[in-house]
């Protein structure tokens, strides 16, 4: 920052606008609403970032965040365990479960596959994917990625892997969304939605 | 955050979700960036802001944020002694200090009176700017404040506590900004810029 008056000023918004989506000014509001709270807060603060960076754990059994080595939904007595939802990361992990459409176990892989940014296979987790399904109990894999080319890449490369495993793959229904005014859905869905039709059912 | 799996990740996301114009998403994704940084850079991170609030203090003079007990501008031996221009915040001497056009001292009030946020006078440092006028030197009092029905009201409260004392107040200029179409001007601005309209130098 050009003319700041404190070091001290110019390293916190530095390390804020490293954050994605948070420039210079907006760092700088961020710094100064920071400056206004009390050092007990601001405390707070910074300890949470630290202590969530240095005791956040990985699920040794679905790769998912959590406090302890298995995660609360691996650990859960009420999951069905023959049924494993793969997905991204976190973030899907989360919005899977606020549908409450999903009673099964979860398998983060941590990426996509994207040879643009350079992520291939090896950097995401696919072997514990497979070590999970040759132990046996799991009957279907839900592959829940994202409709963009790197989940496709990544479905793809997963349905070989598993190929010859005797489990079964099921993807996400591609469709109108829920809501949706059928004249401003895109092409490429409204054709997908129509061969994939499903019997009505009165409800 | 619903069906979080983990307590140290609910905290840093709700910890972020305090500041203005951070919502739950926008910090789930600004802690998950965090997350995929090393212990160390997120270690710097937090103990940045921890160190900021911890050691910054405010100038004895103008009041501004430093960090030492007087502010490099106060200290300064190049700077115009006689001429106090008195901002808001720190974030107007920054902007002040921009355009390379100021070379006096601040007086950082540190708000605007507005008895609809409930500040007052009395939240306002008033007194520190009365006792460096009193205290002889001072020739001009520039208020730069902003052109707002709170930077006016405090800048008349200004004008009547210093009216006595032999020290000449000025304000900034409002009219059409640099680049500006006329077509485009508001017609307040405008008025003010017509009224106040100065000789013509070709330059």
Do not use: W
């Not at 989360?94 to 596959?113: D, K, M, P």
């Amino acid at each position: 920052m050009t003319n700041s008056p404190s070091k001290l000023l110019d390293n916190a918004v530095y390390e804020f606008s490293k954050l994605p989506g948070i420039g210079k000014r907006t760092a700088l509001r961020l710094v100064l609403h920071l400056l206004r709270k009390s050092e007990e807060e601001v405390n707070v603060f910074g300890q949470s970032m630290i202590d969530l960076r240095k005791n956040i754990k990985r699920c040794k059994i679905c790769n998912n965040i959590s406090d302890t080595d298995t995660c609360n939904i691996c650990s859960s007595p009420s999951r069905d365990t023959t049924t494993v939802c793969v997905v991204e990361n976190i973030k899907e992990v989360i919005a899977v479960e606020n549908t409450a459409q999903f009673h099964g176990l979860y398998h983060v892989l941590g990426g996509l596959i994207s040879p643009m940014d350079g992520i291939g296979p090896s950097d995401l987790d696919f072997d514990g994917l497979l070590h999970r399904i040759r132990a046996g109990g799991v009957r279907e894999i839900i592959l829940a990625l994202s409709a963009t080319p790197e989940g496709d890449t990544t479905n793809f490369y997963i349905y070989r892997k598993l190929g010859n495993l005797p489990v079964e793959i099921t993807t996400l229904a591609r469709g109108v969304a829920v809501g949706d005014e059928l004249e401003y859905a895109d092409e490429v869905t409204l054709g997908r939605s129509i061969m994939n039709r499903i019997k009505f059912e009165a409800t």
